[in-house]
């Protein structure tokens, strides 16, 4: 995996805490076909060079894949 660059966050996408985003995937709320996430600070989104960098699931919530170290995640719908 590459080191993720910040970028401004992008208008569309809804950015939610990190604590919020855990809820609504281990709820089923969101999976894996509704859309994906990328990480946040809160003021910044961070991505990768490669397509899949920095691209959350709620699948990986399920398997503790994720990096909680960052605050918020960006959501996108499908």
């Keep these: ?7 401004p966050i992008p208008k569309y996408g809804d950015l939610m805490t ?6 609504c995937c281990e709820t089923g709320a969101f ?11 809160g003021t910044q989104e961070f ?4 397509f899949d960098d920095g691209r ?3 699948s990986m919530v399920k398997k503790g894949l994720i990096n909680t170290s960052y605050s918020h995640i960006i959501w996108f719908n499908r």
Excluded: A
């Excluded at 990190?18 to 809820?23: A, E, Q, R, T, V």
């Design 31 to 41: 999976i894996d076909y509704d859309g994906h996430g990328h990480y946040s600070d």
């Design 18 to 23: 990190m604590k919020d985003f855990i809820h």
């Design 47 to 50: 991505v990768g060079e490669r």
């Design 1 to 7: 995996m590459s080191i993720l660059r910040p970028q």
């Design 56 to 58: 959350v699931k709620p």
